[in-house]
């Protein structure tokens, strides 16, 4: 038996309407060790945040659709999720020039990154995130 005490394993929690990169995202970083939570824009997303405290947040932005942008701002507003480090994903670069110019929003521990993406751009930016550095790309 290992009498080591385990640290408790960053947990990453995204948010997207695409199960096929939810998968891949949960397959990714769960290889790197992390915890992942991933959940589609389900009315409740928003409380299961705040029950799982995630260490870090992925959420996506669509065109057309307005939950990734109402998520985003509740995440702003509610005191539970306002300074978790966020990393928001979009295959719309003018959605996501949007969200850099509205990123007070969003406090300082944000990040942008168009899909399709490189995956070691994403990973380098999710321990960046789990850092506690402060403001990010």
Known sequence: MDDRQ????KHVF???S???FLLIIRELLEGE???VTTNDFTPNVFTQIVMRQPDALIVDIAPGESTGWDLLRRLHTEAATTNVPLLVTSTSSALLEQARE???WYGTKRSFLTKPMDLEDLLAIVREMMSGDGVMG
């Open 102 to 104: 509205q990123a007070t």
């Open 14 to 16: 995204a948010v997207n």
């Open 33 to 35: 060790g992390y915890a």
């Open 18 to 20: 695409s199960p096929d």
């Open 6 to 9: 385990q640290t408790p394993r």
